[in-house]
């Protein structure tokens, strides 16, 4: 199961959550960073260091993990970037998802 969606604009209060659950160095280098839009995957562990890799290559975006309660099976990644780069990134993973979905079927 693979879940996504935008975030535009991000709130100063959904920043600070974000801030809470990702690693200091994370939080670092977002204070050099630009953007406008957060995209949001929930993914397996595996999905989670693919479609970082993917979104990276494919836009210009800042992919960073999202620690959550359940990190053995389902994580959240988060691309933080200008609204097109993130836009282009969600694109480009959900539609690899959806075709590796109909592969399988």
């Known amino acids: ?62 992919p960073v993990e999202i620690n959550g309660s359940c990190p053995q099976h389902i994580t959240t990644l988060a691309f933080f970037g200008e609204t097109t780069a993130v836009e282009t990134a969600m694109k480009t993973l959900m539609r690899e998802e959806k075709e590796k979905k109909n592969r399988l079927i």
């Open 1 to 62: 199961m693979t879940e996504g969606r935008i975030i535009y604009n991000p709130s100063e209060s959904v920043m600070k959550m974000f801030y809470r659950k990702m690693n200091a160095e994370s939080r670092e280098e977002l204070k050099s960073r630009k953007f406008d839009a957060v995209g949001l995957l929930q993914t397996t562990v595996a999905g989670v260091l693919y479609y970082a890799d993917r979104a990276f290559k494919t836009s210009n975006v800042y």
